[in-house]
Each structure stands twice: as structure tokens, then as C-alpha cells.
């Protein structure tokens, strides 16, 4: 296999099977001039709500704006304190901040990566002015649903689910995004879902957020100029829904491919020294990433680049360690199992269309290194 051969993502591989479909969607809308709010957006907002088991879905411009929205639409405001992963993508935590909330940062499980159920117990003991959990369904695995929606219960707390990399992954075959009042999509172009630019999706059964997110996206409007609230312009293109809309009828069948992918990477890298993901058996794992650990990772991923494999960090600092959020007041050690992870993390190849012998190449040259 020649060098430069084999990207970490390649989403124009899809596109190019689908193109005649998409550009008809695309094409349809530009005939009609329906631009904003045009009838595909709550068509395809119809299609995700069933799709994930809800009865509302919301269009919205980007997932980082579905996770704020669900928050203030759920009352979280200035002092509040939000429940979060330590090991998750800034925007998660982003979306608390930028309502003048608190992120309380929570370690992860050593082996999902997800947030720890019996770490966030043992904070609610202490804790004052919490008000909602924010589990993240990171890599495409789902979280403890079952235990954090217990504690919500428990401690009278809400839940806002990020789902941005879990589209049409279950968790005891149920969809994720369904269990909390909230749950929040990306359709950022690589995602499982993907747009043709950004744009995502809150879904919910509480007809109040619903109503309420509906305002928020379109200048705090129902009604055209009766501004009941301060709200956003932040609404899923048009175009952008049909895109969606065409690709929602492919999605399972792609969540397949990745996770066929993902047990040829399991079945042939087994017992030669890398940590696999782990997919628990509650779970239906979609794959949004494949992400191993190494502890030579930098030699790793020199090696793969000399062998034409590029690969990802997933994520490479801690949100706790960044610049940004300097000023939580955590420090170098306050999360070590995300810590340790952020060190050795290394995400593979993986997306629908990577082709046998490609995986066949990148297992051959890790067994090899
Ligand atoms: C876990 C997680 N949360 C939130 C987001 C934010 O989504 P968007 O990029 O659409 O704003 C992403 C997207 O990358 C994500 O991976």
C-alpha cells in the first residue's frame, strides 16, 4: 500500500455514493427559496424524534448551541452548578460557562471513559447549588444511564444528555438522547450524522423545552416581532435539514459499518498490548471513534505517519488543564484516571466507507510496531 493512503476520516467517500440523492434535497430546496425554517427542517425534525424514540426535536445551528439552550431552557443560570465529564470535548463545558455557570468537573470511568456514577454520589454529599448532570456519550459509547438518571432522581436534579458523538447508539435498546429531559446532537460534517457544514438538534420529551428551545433558537419569537424572551438566531439551514434528512435514512446502516470495523480492530489487535475500547453489555456502541491507548504514543504515531495512517488524540488536554479554564481552581492531578487517558489516547481509522484491506493494513502495521 502506497504512502499518504489512509485518512483518519473520509466523509467524501459516503458523499460520493449518495451525491445524485443529496444534490436532488439540496436542489429541491433552492427551487422552492425556503432558506429558513423551510418545511425540511421540521420534516427532518420529525424523522430524528422518532428516530431517537422522543417526542420533539428541535433544529438548532450547531450542538454547543443544543447543550446551552437545553441548559437554560431547563432554568440553569449565573452560580448554578452543572455535573460534567473531566474527559469530554470543551463545548460540553463551554455551554455551561456561557450561561454564567459552574462546571463541576467529574472523573471518569477507567474503562468507558464515561462519566463515573459513584465519584458523582460521592460529590452530591457535600455539594450545594447543583442542578443538573451532564453526561457525555463520548466516542459513541453510551453512559451509566441507569445509575446517573437514579442519582438525578435522587438528589432532584435534571439531565441534559451530550449525544454529539452518539447518534443512534442504545443503551439497553434504548436511544440515547431519550433518558434525560434533554438530549443534544452535533451535525458537525464527521459526526455519525453529519451535515454538509454545522448544525444540530436538541431532542426532548418535555413540551415545555421544546417550547421553549423553539423561541430561544429564533430571536426569542412564536410569533413574529412579539419577542417573549432575549433569544439567539440559531436555526438549522434549510439545506442543511434536507442533507440530513437523506442522510437519517442511511445512519444504522453506517453505525453497522462502523462497528464491523470496529470488531475486525478488536478480533486482530487483541493480546498485542493496546487497550481496546471496551463496549459494556448494556451498551450499543455506534463508534463515532475507535481509541486505543498506548503508553509510547508519540513513537506510535510517528510510526503510523511514516506508514501513511494518520490518527487523532481525542482529546490531547484536559479541560481542567487548559488555559481556558484556568480559573476553575483544579489543578495537575485533580482527575487521574482523565489525566493518565489524555496521555495515551490515539484514535484510528473509522468511518463507513474504510475499505477491508485498508483495515486489513493499519491492524497488520500495529501488531508490527
Ligand atoms: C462531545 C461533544 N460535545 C459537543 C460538541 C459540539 O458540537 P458542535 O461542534 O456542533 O458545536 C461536540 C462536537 O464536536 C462534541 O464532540
Not at 427542517?41 to 431517537?52: G, N, P, R, T, W
Not at 449525544?163 to 451535525?187: E, I, P, T, W
Not at 492531578?333 to 493499519?362: A, D, N
Amino acid at each position: 500500500m502506497s504512502k499518504d493512503t489512509i485518512s483518519f476520516v473520509n466523509i467524501n467517500r459516503e458523499h460520493k455514493i449518495r451525491e445524485k440523492e443529496i444534490k436532488k434535497a439540496i436542489n429541491n430546496v433552492f427551487q422552492k427559496g425556503n432558506f429558513i425554517l423551510g418545511e425540511e427542517v421540521s420534516l427532518f425534525e420529525k424523522d430524528f424524534a422518532q428516530y431517537c424514540q422522543t417526542k420533539f426535536a428541535l433544529g438548532l445551528a450547531s450542538g454547543t448551541d443544543a447543550l446551552q439552550y437545553s441548559l437554560r431552557a431547563i432554568g440553569i443560570g449565573k452560580g448554578d452548578k452543572v455535573i460534567t465529564a473531566a474527559n469530554t470535548f470543551i463545548a460540553t463545558v463551554l455551554a455551561i460557562t456561557s450561561l454564567g455557570a459552574k462546571p463541576v468537573l467529574i472523573d471518569v470511568d477507567p474503562t468507558t471513559y464515561n462519566l463515573d456514577p459513584q465519584k458523582i454520589r460521592k460529590y452530591l454529599l457535600h455539594a450545594k447549588k447543583v442542578k443538573a448532570i451532564l453526561p457525555v456519550h463520548l466516542y459513541g459509547h453510551p453512559a451509566a444511564m441507569d445509575s446517573i438518571i437514579k442519582i438525578a432522581r435522587e438528589y432532584s436534579l435534571s439531565v441534559v444528555e451530550d449525544a454529539c458523538q452518539a447518534h443512534g447508539a442504545l443503551y439497553k435498546n434504548k436511544r440515547v438522547g431519550s433518558f434525560g429531559d434533554a438530549g443534544c446532537f452535533s451535525f458537525y460534517p464527521a459526526k455519525n450524522l453529519g451535515a454538509l457544514g454545522d448544525g444540530g438538534m436538541v431532542v426532548t420529551g418535555r413540551k415545555d423545552i421544546a417550547h421553549k428551545i423553539e423561541m430561544l433558537r429564533n430571536y426569542g419569537q412564536k410569533q413574529k416581532y412579539h419577542h417573549l424572551m432575549q433569544g439567539y438566531n440559531s436555526r438549522l439551514d434549510t439545506i442543511q435539514a434536507a442533507v440530513l434528512k437523506v442522510k437519517l435514512n442511511y445512519l444504522d446502516q453506517h453505525n453497522k459499518m462502523r462497528r464491523q470495523i470496529a470488531h475486525f480492530y478488536n478480533k486482530t489487535l487483541q493480546g498485542v498490548g493496546y487497550i481496546l475500547p471496551n463496549e459494556q453489555k448494556e451498551a450499543y456502541h455506534v463508534y463515532h471513534l475507535y481509541v486505543i491507548r498506548t503508553t509510547k504514543r508519540k513513537k506510535f504515531q510517528d510510526y503510523l505517519t511514516q506508514k501513511g495512517i494518520s490518527t487523532g488524540i481525542h482529546y490531547p488536554i484536559p479541560i481542567h488543564l487548559t488555559k481556558a479554564y484556568s480559573s476553575l481552581g483544579y489543578k495537575k492531578g485533580s482527575f487521574p484516571i482523565t489525566e493518565q487517558i489524555c496521555k495515551e489516547i490515539v484514535s484510528l481509522p473509522m468511518f463507513p466507507y474504510l475499505k477491508k484491506e485498508e483495515m486489513e493494513y493499519v491492524s497488520t502495521c500495529l501488531r508490527s510496531f
